[in-house]
């Protein structure tokens, strides 16, 4: 049974080993393996601050005692844009195509709504045809495409920029 739930501070340690194995396993995450600097107590004030705003959270996906996914939205810092949130996506490759992303998604809008969240928006590398497709049917648009945004082993890779309006 996967549950899904808002991370806690005393969640540092895992979490931060669970963004390390994500990043060892695949290369569309913004760290190489190995690149994250982040320490425990460097991550454990990070959750501090994310959990401190009304329009910020990291949701959890959790199976069997083990972190297996998770989805964090970090919220404008203006009042011009805090109800737009920019969500960033992991899930361990052996639990990709298993509804977890669309859980925490869903878990992601009604939070969204609570906390006068109108606008999500991520961004997505163009051959990353997992996630784009989880996005789209989560109701995402793509709204423009970001040329040359990441350089991944001696190449230059375009991401798309997507968005999702809320009601």
């Given at each position: 049974?996967?549950?899904?739930?808002?991370?806690?501070?005393?969640?540092?340690?895992?979490?931060?080993?669970?963004?390390?194995?994500?990043?060892?396993?695949?290369?569309?995450?913004?760290?190489?393996?190995?690149?994250?600097p982040t320490t425990i107590e460097e991550q454990t004030e990070e959750i501090k601050d994310i959990l401190s705003r009304d329009n910020q959270t990291i949701l959890i996906a959790g199976k069997d005692?083990?972190?297996?996914?998770?989805?964090?939205?970090?919220?404008?810092?203006?009042?011009?844009?805090?109800?737009?949130?920019?969500?960033?996506?992991?899930?361990?490759?052996?639990?990709?195509?298993?509804?977890?992303?669309?859980?925490?998604?869903?878990?992601?809008?009604?939070?969204?709504?609570?906390?006068?969240?109108?606008?999500?928006?991520?961004?997505?590398?163009?051959?990353?045809?997992?996630?784009?497709?989880?996005?789209?049917?989560?109701?995402?648009?793509?709204?423009?495409?970001?040329?040359?945004?990441?350089?991944?082993?001696?190449?230059?890779?375009?991401?798309?920029?997507?968005?999702?309006?809320?009601?």
């Open positions: 049974m996967i549950i899904i739930r808002q991370i806690k501070e005393e969640d540092a340690e895992e979490f931060l080993n669970l963004c390390k194995k994500i990043d060892a396993e695949t290369e569309f995450m913004m760290f190489e393996p190995g690149e994250r005692g083990q972190l297996i996914g998770y989805l964090t939205a970090y919220g404008g810092r203006y009042k011009r844009n805090r109800h737009n949130a920019y969500i960033i996506t992991g899930i361990l490759q052996s639990f990709t195509s298993q509804g977890i992303g669309t859980r925490l998604f869903e878990e992601l809008e009604g939070w969204a709504k609570k906390n006068k969240i109108i606008r999500l928006e991520l961004t997505v590398m163009i051959h990353n045809e997992l996630a784009i497709a989880l996005y789209r049917k989560m109701g995402f648009e793509i709204e423009g495409k970001k040329k040359h945004s990441l350089f991944i082993n001696d190449s230059y890779m375009d991401e798309y920029c997507m968005a999702k309006l809320l009601e």
